[in-house]
């Protein structure tokens, strides 16, 4: 084969250093499993290639060249920032921010400018991190960059220095395995930094053989789906892998470090006083998102439960896997016995994001609803989101059943049907979606039911058959303490509700067989409507038995109470659950409300 005669390139403007990245990150997607494969350190979550991937195919996705070198840098710093994901992602982001940042106003660059921007951006990405640790990413780029600064003089073609730089990423990426234990124990490189080598990789790849057309079609790649592969077993003490993008940013670095520390480790800052993206590993989220709101808007959260990611590939307990989002409302200890993978709704409170029942607890979001003058809005899952979890699951389950709250009221149940027929196809894995046609309590009863029919044995089709008839036997009833929050999120007219206000008047909210919500009674106060609520499930309960029921509130435990002990001795059944109701309908039943939802066999 002819060698290719490459061309000296002693400037770079803004299209060459786009399909430099593109190039780079072309590689780095096609490596993404081998990359999750050795994924030992920090945590051996198995998901640096995936992480690393998302972050890159944000860029690929999203901008488009321009001819100057700042304003393309700019662009792929901030859109990298902007979609960082793990621990890799970020300070990979941040060396580009660094990148960047250290860069003039230039529409062209020298090797001599580019070699400082590098070098100067070393620090950025040490800066970041709470506690650097030697042998990883950050020691890779960092011998990188030095390699570039040192040679800037001698060599004048970008072509010559990129390629020549190989040997000294490939040695420094070698010497991980003996400055870090753990591995030199798996007999593995640190991935995160095997990362970086392959974008380097692609980019020389790209300088010798100077195909555009290969580049191009990276986009329609990056639509390939995410699959984490088995790493080496390892204890999860901190349950999540949590991130925050963080805009408008209020207090100093050294104070936000401080506080990241109380709450967990691998912590990483990155970005600008303006704009800050945030990671770490922690068992209270909502705690440290509660704190964190009054640092600055908080624009992003992300928060995987690593302890669920580590079931899935080493603890199943069965080969069916179960998954619904958070408006299912049961207890903890029965979400996590059946291991059932729960998917948050978007809350937002102003411009503060949270994830339902991760960053912000019923709790905390009952508190906000009373103290805060802006009203929640939610926001489904999106299809991404349960793309990412299927591709999971699907990878180590025989089949998934996805049981989701009714369509009439959010897209959730639409963004996973969409995302499970593309993977179900994609990996040739049965993947059933169920519209419950209601939510709470309701959808918390057919999750629990389908749950108890994975565990007895039952193939995939019989599960889907039984939960499609339990969801037509479920009812929910609310009993609404006051109008207030039902005129504030526009479910009623504000003169409606005044005059109900004036006359004292409380409804009872349930869901109809379309899934719709809908009055289906009223009373002079919440103590008249809980008892017609009570009267009407006696009388139906004459003809139809009660498999099971669970009591809701709005931080009302006396109400709560009430109905336990009126339903108890109605049953001679104990509740599955007591919880505090979901807040996507505590949003618009309103702080007091109660709720009684039940599954008729």
Same mark, same amino acid.
């Given at each position: ?393 699907? /990878? ?18 639409? /963004? ?15 993947? /059933? ?163 009684? /939802?039940?599954?008729?066999?």
């Amino acid at each position: 084969m002819e060698a290719v005669t490459l061309v000296p390139v002693n400037e770079m403007d803004g299209r060459r250093l786009y399909y430099t990245f593109i190039a780079g990150a072309r590689k780095v997607i096609e490596h993404q499993v081998e990359l999750n494969k050795i994924n030992v350190f920090p945590v051996n979550d198995g998901d640096t290639g995936t992480n690393l991937a998302s972050t890159i195919r944000a860029v690929v996705d999203s901008i488009h060249p321009h001819r100057s070198y700042k304003v393309t840098a700019d662009l792929i710093a901030e859109t990298t920032l902007v979609n960082a994901r793990g621990n890799s992602g970020i300070i990979f982001a941040q060396f580009l921010y660094g990148m960047s940042t250290e860069t003039g106003n230039f529409k062209t660059i020298t090797i001599k400018q580019f070699a400082e921007s590098i070098k100067n951006s070393v620090r950025y990405i040490y800066e970041a991190v709470a506690n650097p640790v030697e042998g990883t990413m950050l020691t890779v780029i960092k011998d990188w960059a030095n390699y570039i600064y040192e040679n800037r003089n001698r060599i004048t073609d970008f072509n010559q220095l990129l390629i020549s730089s190989v040997d000294v990423l490939n040695k420094s990426l070698l010497a991980t395995k003996s400055k870090l234990a753990v591995l030199a124990k798996a007999n593995v490189v640190d991935a995160g930094a095997r990362g970086f080598v392959f974008f380097v990789e692609g980019i020389i790849d790209f300088i010798a053989n100077r195909n555009l057309k290969d580049l191009i079609q990276v986009k329609a790649e990056t639509a390939l789906f995410e699959k984490i592969e088995e790493s080496i077993p390892e204890k999860v003490d901190l349950r999540y892998c949590t991130e925050a993008l963080i805009k408008n940013n209020s207090v100093d670095k050294k104070s936000l470090l401080q506080l990241l520390k109380k709450y967990g480790n691998s912590i990483v800052v990155a970005g600008s006083d303006k704009m800050k993206r945030i990671h770490l590993h922690t068992n209270n989220p909502a705690e440290l998102f509660n704190e964190l709101r009054n640092t600055g808007t908080l624009a992003f959260q992300k928060a995987d439960d690593m302890i669920r990611q580590s079931e899935v590939v080493y603890n199943r307990k069965w080969k069916i896997a179960l998954v619904t989002d958070s408006t299912c409302d049961l207890e903890q200890d029965i979400i996590d016995n059946y291991q059932i993978n729960m998917l948050p709704i978007n809350i937002n409170f102003g411009e503060n994001h949270y994830l339902d029942k991760i960053t912000i607890l019923p709790e905390q979001f009952y508190t906000l609803l009373k103290e805060n003058k802006d009203y929640p809005k939610s926001s489904q899952v999106n299809e991404k989101s349960f793309t990412n979890l299927y591709s999971h699951l699907a /990878s180590h389950y025989d089949s998934i059943i996805a049981i989701h709250l009714s369509d009439r009221l959010s897209g959730t149940f639409n /963004s996973s049907q969409k995302a499970a027929k593309a993977i179900s196809e994609e990996l040739n894995k049965p993947i /059933s979606v169920i519209n419950s046609k209601n939510l709470s309590g309701a959808l918390g009863l057919v999750v629990l039911r389908t749950a108890q029919a994975i565990e007895a044995g039952y193939s995939h089709d019989q599960v889907v058959n039984m939960a499609e008839k339990w969801t037509n036997n479920i009812r929910i009833f609310i009993s609404v303490k006051t109008m207030k929050y039902l005129v504030r999120g526009g479910r009623v007219s504000f003169v409606r509700g005044l005059i109900a206000r004036i006359l004292n008047i409380c409804p009872i909210v349930s869901i109809d067989e379309s899934g719709k919500a809908i009055v289906f009674d009223k009373a002079f106060n919440q103590r008249s409507n809980m008892e017609k609520v009570m009267e009407y499930i006696t009388k139906i309960s004459q003809e139809k038995i009660i498999w099971n029921y669970i009591i809701l509130h709005a931080n009302n435990t006396d109400a709560a109470q009430w109905y336990s002990e009126k339903m108890a001795m109605l049953t001679n059944k104990k509740p599955a659950s007591i919880v505090n109701i979901s807040p996507i309908l505590g949003a618009n039943a309103g702080i007091g409300a109660a709720a009684v /939802s039940l599954l008729f066999d």
